[in-house]
């Protein structure tokens, strides 16, 4: 999967800074940095996920991915059917085709369905919008959405607080499948359900990724949602990546101490299981002002003396083949030789 022509998404350089302005003459002072540098690939038919505590920029990444927000600098190039585009550099017009391709489901869906308009309503939107001008044939295919997300097609006559949490998501679903993405942003996308809902709704997702032949980016705070729906995953701190790699390996081989502070907080039913659990000391500092050298730092219980002053770089380590990059001081040359063999 990891092939380079399988490459869906390439995010180079990606920054996606908010001058913070100050004075009468709102002259520009700093930047909140909520994504900083990040480089990533999106591979075809892969779920991606990404984890991090809140505040440590993962939905800015995917919004910024999907230009629903304009980043600062950087490069997205997309892999349409004609070539690779760079969306950094489209024109809000050209941009339109792009979205059509990518699209977004977020933790509430009741925000993004108008409760003045019945479902028949919200979903069209899209579909007019992308060009299903006659009425009958929207019809049919928002019938054709909801039967794909498990619900009746009469539905699409109700009204949106007439549904559980559980069936507006799966409604959030249907109306981001209606225009035939090939790559979907789910922020949050289980976090507000309850447990049970919570599993159906993820299998769900995997059966309409298989079925619609779809990408995902699964953005969460929890790691025990990621590793059961993820093939890769990155972790994310202070709108930096600090590990990238197969979920298998990130969590048989954690090497960051930030993600492995976050995988001994997943609560595990099995006593004889159980992890020794990493406290994480204070929170996510501000973005405005980040820390010196490692951005990590001033919670990192394995904090070394270089860590203050120097920032570390990513470094890829090959294991069984497949890359796992960390950004950590700790990963020391001889540990990746080891890994290499
Ligand atoms: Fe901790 Fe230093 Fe590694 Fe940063 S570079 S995660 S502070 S050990």
Redesign the pocket.
């Known amino acids: 999967m990891t092939d380079d022509k399988n490459v869906l998404i390439r995010v180079r350089g990606l920054k996606t800074w908010y001058p913070v302005k100050k004075g009468v003459f709102k002259h520009t002072v700093g930047y909140v940095k909520a994504v900083d540098d990040v480089d990533l690939d999106v591979y075809r038919g892969e779920i991606l996920g990404v984890v991090g505590e809140s505040g440590c920029g993962k939905t800015t990444l995917g919004k910024s991915i999907l230009q629903l927000i304009r980043p600062y600098a950087g490069n997205v190039f997309y892999d349409f059917p004609e070539g690779e585009k760079d969306l950094m550099t489209m024109k809000k017009k050209d941009l339109d085709e792009a979205r059509r391709r990518m699209q977004i489901v977020f933790q509430d869906p009741y925000s993004s369905l108008n409760p003045s308009f019945t479902i028949f309503g919200s979903m069209q939107e899209p579909l007019i919008r992308f060009g299903m001008k006659n009425k009958e044939e929207r019809k049919k295919k928002i019938a054709e959405l909801l039967q794909a997300v498990n619900l009746p097609e009469d539905y699409m006559e109700r009204y949106p607080n007439e549904f559980s949490g559980g069936q507006r998501q799966r409604i959030g679903i249907a109306r981001a499948l209606s225009v035939s993405p090939e790559f979907i942003v789910c922020d949050e996308a289980v976090s507000a359900l309850d447990v049970s809902i919570q599993a159906q709704v993820l299998q769900l997702l995997m059966k309409l990724k298989e079925e619609y032949k779809l990408t995902y980016m699964f953005i969460t705070h929890d790691l025990s949602v990621v590793e059961y729906i993820s093939d890769r995953i990155i972790v994310m701190y202070l709108g930096h990546i600090?590990e990238i790699a197969d979920t298998q390996e990130l969590f048989a081989n954690t090497l960051?101490?930030?993600t492995e502070a976050l995988i001994s907080a997943i609560p595990v039913a099995d006593i004889n299981q159980r992890r020794k659990r990493i406290p994480l000391q204070g929170d996510v500092p501000s973005p405005v002002n980040p820390p010196s050298?490692?951005p990590?730092?001033p919670r990192?219980p394995?904090?070394?003396d270089?860590?203050k002053t120097k920032k570390?770089e990513p470094v890829t380590l090959m294991k069984n083949g497949r890359p796992h990059t960390v950004?950590?001081?700790?990963v020391k040359t001889e540990e990746r030789k080891e890994k290499k063999e």
Do not use: N
């Open positions: 600090v960051h101490p930030y050298g490692c990590f730092h990192c394995k904090c070394q270089v860590c570390p950004c950590c001081h700790l």
